[in-house]
Structures are given as C-alpha cells and as structure tokens.
C-alpha cells in the first residue's frame, strides 16, 4: 500500500508539500491524473504514477507526452464529470496555455485542479517567469500555499472550488513549498471514487467556434464574479494584528514575515493580511485593509502581482498610501527571498533596530572550488559527445561545428570538458533551432535531444524539419528513461517499472516513418563504431537522425534486466 | 522550546536529505513543529546538496547569511562553503573526510588546507566537532552510514530537544530493516565520538 494512501485519519505525516498535493487531491476523490514530469513539479506526478500502478486505488494516471497533452486528458474527464488534475512546473505551463486559455471559457463538470511549480532563482530551471500571470491571463482562480498542510487543504478546496464554479481551479506553488516537509494532518479517504463520468454533448458549450465563444467569454467572467466572492471570504486570506503599518504576504513569503514578526517581536506593532486565495484579487478585502493602514509592505517573490493592485485599489479609493514592495527597492523582481531579507525589510519598514548576527572574519577564505553538478560516472551521454567530438575533429570540422541542445540531463555537455551545447531555448528547441541555424549558416550543425524530450516535442518539429529540406544531424540521446527529473516513463522506453506494460514506440520506427532515410543507430559504449557511423553520417550533406542507445545506469540499477 | 535552525551540507549522494529527513521526523514523533527543505532535481547530480530543518515553530524553509544556530556538514570543504551561514554561536559538526570536486580534478581550482581551515574553524566558533564519518561508518558495518554518523554527533552535543532514544525509533522505523542494525551502531558511534 502506498503511504499516501494512508488510512491513519487525524495522524500527522512528515510530507513534501508535493506529496501534501497528492494527499489532498486523493482525499479529495481526484480520478484522472496526468502529467509531464518537470522540476519542481515531480514528486507530484511520481506519487500519483505509484499509486495507479499498485493498482489497489481507483486512481487513472499517465505520463503524457507533455503538459498540453495532460491537460487536454484532465480537461476532458472533468467535462465528463471526473474530478482530475495535471501538474507541471511553471514552463509546462507555457506549453499547455493553448489549452489553458480556452479551458477557461469552455469549463468543466467535475473539479479539475492544475498545479503550477514554479521555480524563483532558477534552482533547475531556464527561467523564473511567475505563473500567477496565467491565473489573471486566463481568468481561473488560483491558491497559494505557504506550507504542506495548507497545501493538503487548499487542494481539497480547490475541488470544490472547481466543481462550484465549473472552472478549473490553479494551485501555484514554488521550490519552497513544493519541496519543504512539515507536518500534514490526514483527513478520511472518500468512501467512493467516481472513475468513470458520462459526456453530456453540449455544442453550444463544449465547442468554442466564434458564436459559442462569445457566449463563453461572457460566462467565464461572470464566474470570475462569483470566484471573488469565494476569495472574499475563504478563510486562506486572514488579517492579523492591529495598526497603522501593514504587511500583505502570499505563498513562502508568508513563512518569512511570520519569522521576521516573531523574531524582531512585532507581532502587535503590524497588520499582516495572508493572502492564500490571491486570484480573483479579493478587492472588498484590500480595500478594507488599505482603509486601515498608512504604510504597507507587499512581501512576494518575482512580479508585483498584489503590489500592483494595491496600488490600482488606492487610486480608486483616492486613498494616498505608502506602498512598499518592489518599485520603494525593498525587494526585488529577481530571484527567492530569504528570511534575513524579509527581516530587514520588516525592521525598516516598523524603524525597529535590527542586530545583526556576529560573524567571524571570513574575508581570508580562499576561493572555493565549486562543484558542478557533472554527467555520473559512465553515463552513456558522455560516450556519445566524445564520439561525435572525435568524428568532427577526423572530419575537420571540430571548432565550426554548432550545438543546439535541449533539456535533460545532457544538457549539462555545455560544461568543459565536453562543451558540446551551444542553443537552447526550452524542451524540443534542439530541433527547431537547428532547422534556422541551417538556413542561416553554412556552419555544420549537430544537435542533441533526450529520448523524453524527443517525444515531448521533438517529433512535430522533425516533421517540418524534414518537410522543409533543413540540413542538420539531430542526435537522440535514447536512455531509455526520463533522467533527470527522476526516471519517468515515455513512449521509447524498453526497461520498464514493474507492471508497466503500455504499448512502445521504437524512437527509429518514428524517424523512419516520416520519411526520413539517413537514420543510424549506435551504441555509444562501442567508441569506434560509433566515431565511424559518425564520420559517414556528418560527411553527407542532409538530415540525419543517429539514435545512441544506452540506458541510464542509474535506472538500469533501479530497474535493468525487466523487459 | 526555543527555536533551531539545523543547516545540512554536503555532495550529492551523501545522504544529506534522509540525514535531515531523520531529523524532522524525530523532532515531529516527539511533538515538535518543524519544517525541512530539500534540494532537489539538478542541484543533486554530484553537486552541493543543501537541506534545513527549522524546529520550535519556524516557518522559513531556508536559513541566511549568519542565522543557523548548528551546522551538519558531510565534508570539509562544504564546511568552510557553509561558514557564511553561521555565526560565532553556530555550534558545528563537520566530517574531515574530503570529496574532491571535478574542478580540483580538472586543476581549475586548488582544494583549500583542509587542517589550517579545521584549526580556522576551532578557533572562530563557539563549538565543533570534527569527526572522520566515513571511518566510523565504515566500523558500523556501512560506508554508506556517514549520514548518520554525522546524526549521531549531532544528537550527542545534546543542544536539540530530540534524544539519541527518539533518533533510534525514528532510524528503526524509517530506515529499510536490512540497514537497520549497521544504521543503529553508525549513530551509536557518532555519538560517542562527541569529544568537544
């Protein structure tokens, strides 16, 4: 029995705030599930994935081929009345916008929840965009939990939300929440799980061409109506203390203004208003608030999301107020927060004096080595770069070759003494940017993409790639497993979890069947076959797809000899 | 309670994330609130590999510049990384054991002296401890027990509101039963090496 599966109702769990999403999205009767894996979004999806495979809880998961996929699966079994969820780091969600954006006008049924991760300071991540844009873009309701309880209970509410609004609801998380432990208290498992719905045909909802569209875009806003009205009153938005000088907080940053008022003792000296419902903003509430305070101090990582409404709110209520945050330089539009800052911006805000810890002199500290995070011993990857390494250089052509690379545990190539990573944009660039490299450059381009990301979004651009005449060498990097963000599942896989028996897709049978006709190959263990399949590859002047199979070593412990 | 800010350091695949783990679930089995960060995803390919638990009612996942009241390090050289998040009251438990890192391999950098930065470290701060826990791991039966070793020592100072009987039901009931004996005298070493 998995342990989030728990039947010990009332007793306390040491959980991640990802796997409190999962025990609040169980508890909360959630039937379909899927998902692409992405950092720090995972441990939800891997939870979820674990479960349906042990197969003793009535729980539908997949590992979709990404996120815009996913959501169209959890889309879809709410309209038919399932309550679902996808989950996705805060990137994944640029990919699955396009459903996101019209999701919103045509609704669901059941409750669907959508579970955003993202990632300030870019711990493993290429940007730091704040998903709460999206919740405003669309127009959904969104949470914010501050620690792994509210976690497990705004993913409960979000259900409900959902299901009373017939929208689907967003929970936005960061790093730290989604990969802090505390204590969750375990409410029941539901009785029943409803797994399978029945789609009541509605062309005239679930159809959005222009006339339909219309109606629904009036729809979703007059719901968006009603979600404030929740947000009004939901007790995830709570005022404590008293005064004149305020403090408004949303996710982790919360934590850091509990902190900083119990360590400098001002507890009695603020008004501090927790945001946990932040999107529709829930305007009668700050303007209550904005009513009560002189001064006030917007404590949240990334985009002035609140900031900027508090001060939309002032204007129109002609209220002229101090609104600190990001534009006074307290805080900046970069990067996590860390206590110490919050405190100081705290102390400054109240002029309370502020001591700062005793430290020794450090100013004779030599410079530090770093430590990289590096390719593992006798990853597979290294073989195949050192291989096309060598066959360029017999060819050459080593130091006018271009590497447009994409996003997987290769792309650490890009440190010495590989350097084989020149471009990247997001999962799939690989492909679409060697397609432009080749039309603008007489460079040799040589590109490489994982065997996940291939499928992710690789395979489409390949198609055009192809159709269009580009002339590059696209490198599949097949280990037979999604490596990095810890050994996920996709359509190539050979080495399989116990009990996972759906359907394979050979990566060369896909090639193949576009149509393209210089597709090799190789085991990158066998260095002088695979130099010499190289050097014939590069020196044509076409497409060509080398798939280097080799699986993780790290999964082949977990799982190797299960075919 | 008063409140803790435990800060644990070291290189990918050390253990650092079940030592802390162990951590926050004995101070929860004995009735404290706690939290714990983890790092996760590409930070833990062979690269440094941070975690906290914050006890007595904490909620900041993470620890600043000169705030952890202890410090766990898992190797030297994350010792001396770590030192700007301590200050002079910062009680240290450091193993001497290096790992060297890529760089130092490559030549780029040059692994700093070990024994002048142990002494440095003595001298500056109000309490350490420095063990060799691979060694008493390897004694326990384990290589791999460095992480609780290192728990052990940690136990042993007798600063945290968690005694070494909590941290043993704890490590007995989360950690696999093959592991568990070799796991139980790793921690029982850690704590008699507490010297300082």
Redesign the interface.
């Known amino acids: 029995m998995h342990p989030l599966l728990s039947k010990e109702t009332g007793q ?1 769990r ?1 959980l ?1 705030g990802n796997e409190a999403i999962v025990r609040g999205a169980i508890e909360a009767g959630a039937a379909v599930a899927a998902a692409y894996p992405g ?2 979004s ?2 939800i999806a891997n939870n979820l994935f674990f479960i349906s495979l042990e197969g003793d809880w009535p729980l539908y998961f997949e590992f979709s081929t990404n996120e815009k996929v996913a959501m169209e699966v959890a889309a879809s079994a709410a309209a038919a009345g399932v309550r679902s969820l996808t989950c996705m780091k805060h990137v994944g969600m640029n990919v699955a916008s396009d459903v996101l954006m019209t999701l919103a006008y045509v609704g669901v049924k059941a409750g669907m929840v959508i579970v955003t991760a993202d990632d300030p300071y870019m ?2 991540s290429q940007n730091e965009q704040d998903n709460r844009a999206y919740s405003r873009f669309a127009g959904l309701p969104m949470l914010e939990p ?2 792994p309880g509210e976690a497990r209970d705004m993913t409960i509410r979000a259900f409900e939300i959902s299901e009373s609004l017939e929208l689907p609801v967003i929970i936005r998380t960061t790093t ?1 929440t989604s ?5 969750v208290k375990l409410g029941p498992l539901p009785e029943e799980v409803k797994r399978k719905g029945r789609f009541e045909k509605d062309m005239r909802r679930w159809v959005p061409v222009p006339a339909v569209a219309r109606i629904r875009h009036k729809v979703l806003l007059e719901k968006d109506e009603k979600a404030q009205g929740l947000a009004e009153d939901s007790p995830f938005n709570s005022v404590k203390g008293h005064g004149t000088v305020g403090i408004v907080a949303s996710g ?1 940053s ?3 203004v ?2 900083a008022l ?1 360590e400098l003792d001002v507890k009695d000296r603020v008004r501090f208003l927790k945001l946990g419902f932040t999107f529709p903003y829930p305007v009668a509430l700050l303007k209550d608030f904005i009513g009560k305070v002189e001064r006030v101090l917007v404590v949240e990582e990334l985009e002035p999301f609140l900031e900027d409404e508090i001060k939309i709110l002032c204007k129109d209520m002609g209220r002229d107020i101090q609104v600190l945050g990001k534009s006074s330089g307290h805080f900046s539009r970069m990067y996590e927060f ?4 919050v ?1 100081k911006a705290v102390s400054d805000l109240l002029g309370t004096a502020f001591v ?5 002199d ?1 100013s004779s ?12 011993k006798g990853c597979p990857h290294r073989e195949t770069y050192n291989a096309v390494k060598k066959a360029l250089r017999e060819l050459g052509e080593e130091d006018v070759a271009v590497y447009p690379t994409d996003i997987g ?1 290769y792309t ?1 190539g890009l440190l ?2 590989i350097q084989m990573a020149d471009y990247l944009l997001c999962m799939g660039s690989s492909v679409g940017s060697s397609s432009g490299f080749s039309v603008a450059t007489d460079q040799r381009i040589v590109s490489f993409i994982g065997d996940s990301t291939f499928f992710h979004s690789g395979l489409s651009s390949l198609a055009s790639a192809f159709h269009n005449e580009h002339k590059f060498c696209l490198v599949v990097l097949d280990n037979s497993t999604t490596a ?2 810890g050994h996920q599942p996709n359509p190539g896989i050979e080495i399989r979890p116990p009990g996972y028996d759906r359907p394979r897709i050979p990566i060369e049978n896909a090639v193949k069947g576009l149509g393209i006709r210089n597709v090799r190959k190789v085991n990158p263990y066998k260095k002088k076959e695979t130099v010499a399949i190289f050097k014939d590859v590069l020196s044509r002047d076409e497409l060509s797809v080398v798939i280097a199979e080799a699986p993780c070593i790290l999964y082949y412990k977990k799982f190797g000899g299960r075919k | 309670m008063d409140t803790m800010k435990i800060l644990f350091s070291g290189v990918g695949g050390q253990g650092t994330l079940l030592a802390s783990r162990l951590m926050g679930e004995a101070a929860m089995a004995a009735g404290m609130d706690v939290r714990v960060s983890e790092v996760h995803g590409m930070a833990q390919r062979g690269g440094v590999v941070e975690s906290t638990v914050m006890l007595g009612g904490l909620k900041s996942p993470i620890i600043s510049t000169g705030e952890a009241d202890m410090l766990v390090s898992f190797e030297p050289l994350e010792t001396i990384r770590a030192l700007n998040r301590c200050s002079r009251n910062t009680s240290i438990v450091t193993n001497i054991r290096p790992i060297t890192p890529i760089t130092v391999k490559l030549g780029q950098a040059e692994y700093p002296d070990v024994d002048q930065w142990i002494a440095f470290i003595k001298s500056n701060y109000r309490r350490v401890c420095a063990v060799d826990a691979d060694e008493l791991a390897r004694q326990a039966g384990t290589a791999k027990a460095v992480n609780v070793v290192l728990l052990g020592v940690l136990i042993g100072l007798g600063e945290l509101p968690v005694t070494a009987q909590m941290m043993k039901e704890t490590i007995r009931g989360k950690v696999k039963p093959k592991f568990v004996d070799a796991n139980l005298n790793a921690f029982e070493l850690g704590i008699s090496s507490v010297s300082c």
């Open positions: 306390n040491l991640l950092t720090p995972s441990e711990h493993s501050s620690s730290r990969h802090v432990r505390g204590p982790v919360v934590c850091y509990e902190d119990s860390d206590p110490l800052m405190k700062e810890p005793e430290m020794p450090l500290l030599p410079p530090l080595p770093m430590r990289p995070p590096s390719l593992c545990c650490l010495p003494p990095m963000t």
